[in-house]
């Protein structure tokens, strides 16, 4: 190993942090530090965008950059940088732009907000939260989702997980109890909210006749061993997607 020495000039290349992630309460107590890391990354390919002069029609940048090609480069897996995602758009620091079926969502970069204190939805509505309570709902495990991560054993609180804010779920629900003549089974609480957010942004990725027939797709080459739970469904949809599962449906 060779180390830096007094006079050595360090020729690395870096990506730049701003430092109100760590500094700021909100910024540092709310987002995971993949999350932080994200930003960065974003803000550094923020320069590409800025040469190829990818702006709306108010001037402002985006970026393409779809959450597979960030999984990768960071070694993590998609449902980690979706839920990043999520953290970021709730501080304002990301919003994304649909462009329609199998396309990649525009990203625009938001500035960091040394008052965002003062204006930030979760301070007043949770402030133990930005006060520093450790957000263990949205710091789990980053390892890639498998059913023995939703061990029914191992939970502690459950709740139903069809919601009438979440007509994705509402959906999913139905062809499951169509198929399985039940219910869908109750989900841990801290999990609910990500796999609420994640089927509903597969469900805005196409109409709601493609939504439906994708489904009803994975219920119908579901394994022996599986009971088609929602958490399974959002493990296995990219293979089905890049597999084109459209050209298999009757």
């Known amino acids: ?42 803000i550094d390919r923020m320069q590409l965008s800025k040469k190829n002069e ?26 980690t940088v979706y839920k990043s995602f999520k953290l970021l758009e709730k501080v304002e620091l990301v919003k994304q732009e ?19 204190a003062r204006n930030c939805k979760i301070c007043r509505s949770e402030p133990e939260k930005c006060a520093g309570q450790e957000l263990q709902n949205l710091q789990s495990n980053d390892t890639e989702l ?6 029914e054993t191992d939970k502690k609180r459950y709740i139903a997980f069809a919601s009438n804010d979440y007509p994705s779920s509402i959906i999913y629900n139905k062809i499951y109890k169509k198929h ?19 089927l509903q942004e597969l469900y805005y990725s196409y109409d709601k006749k493609e939504f439906i027939e994708l489904i009803n797709y994975h219920f119908n080459n579901l394994p022996k061993d599986n009971d088609g739970k929602v958490q399974y469904f959002l493990f296995i949809k990219d293979r089905y997607i890049k597999e084109g599962w459209e050209n298999d449906i009757p």
């Open 54 to 79: 990818w702006v709306n029609e108010n001037n402002e940048i985006y970026l393409i950059y779809t959450k597979e090609n960030l999984a990768e480069m960071l070694g993590v897996s998609n449902r």
């Open 180 to 198: 399985f003549n039940k219910e869908h089974p109750r989900i841990n609480e801290d999990d609910i909210f990500f796999i609420r957010e994640d």
């Open 1 to 42: 190993m060779e180390l830096y020495k007094l006079k050595d000039r360090n020729r690395a290349r870096f990506i730049k942090t701003p430092k109100d992630l760590f500094l700021n309460k909100c910024y540092k107590n709310i987002l995971t530090s993949d999350a932080k890391l994200i930003y960065s990354l974003l």
């Open 146 to 151: 498998n059913d023995t991560d939703f061990n």
């Open 98 to 116: 649909r462009q329609g079926l199998n396309k990649p969502n525009k990203i625009y970069i938001g500035k960091t907000n040394p008052d965002i």
